[in-house]
């Protein structure tokens, strides 16, 4: 039933049950910190239908994370192309976002390795970046406890100039 699994987690494509739950996740100031905006319900429901039918063509993708054990979908962990240009672009990028309810308890950690070993070992990607606001601490240590080394950092060229959350931070994996 799942793409990729964990001792704790279960990466799967998207169902239409997790599209409310995803809905209110990107709703939430929380969890939307570090982004220029929230996202309304038909934003969300179109940017879900668009992954699904990329992870259903067999493409890798951000994939649907739930808790094995109870089946709760908790948020997203995967792969993707990031559509921005940059001096590191063309690349694959690695991301997360969870639900706040399920934040300090190794979710994110656990869900993003196994996604670098499905990039690496299944997909035979060389490398693998992510990036994030120079703000946004937590997602920054994600990638430092998966192994990711800082590269620069750099202005996001799809954010406003002079916000905080234009400049970021870029770090890299490689396939060793
Ligand atoms: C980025 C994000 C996923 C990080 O969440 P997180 O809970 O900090 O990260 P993890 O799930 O890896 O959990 C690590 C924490 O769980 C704790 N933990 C508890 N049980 C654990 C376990 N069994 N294994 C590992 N860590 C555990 C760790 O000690 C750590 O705690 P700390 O924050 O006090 O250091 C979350 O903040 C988020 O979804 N943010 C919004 C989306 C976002 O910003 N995405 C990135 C944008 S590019």
């Known amino acids: 039933m799942y793409l990729i699994e964990t001792q704790r987690l279960g990466l799967r494509n998207w169902l239409e049950s997790d599209i409310h739950v ?12 570090f982004f220029p905006k929230i996202l309304t319900f038909e934003e969300t429901r179109k940017w879900v239908e668009k992954i699904r039918d990329n992870i259903a063509k067999g493409e890798f993708g951000l994939w649907a994370v739930e808790i094995k054990q109870t089946c709760e979908f908790i948020g997203f962990a995967g792969l993707s192309v990031p559509k921005f240009q940059a001096d590191f672009t063309p690349c694959i990028e690695i991301g997360w976002r969870f639900g706040y309810k399920h934040w300090g308890k190794g979710y994110a950690q656990e869900a993003a390795c196994e996604c670098l070993n499905f990039g690496f070992n299944k997909l035979n990607i060389k490398e693998i970046v992510s990036f994030t606001s120079a703000i946004n601490m937590r997602s920054i240590n994600v990638m430092k406890r ?22 970021h931070v870029l770090y890299i994996k490689k396939n060793s």
Request: proline share 6%; glycine share 6%; aromatic share 8%.
């Open 22 to 33: 995803f809905a209110e996740m990107n709703k939430d100031p929380k969890v939307m910190e």
């Open 146 to 167: 998966i192994g990711m080394q800082y590269v620069k950092e750099f202005e996001h060229p799809n954010i406003e100039r002079g916000s905080n959350l234009c400049k």
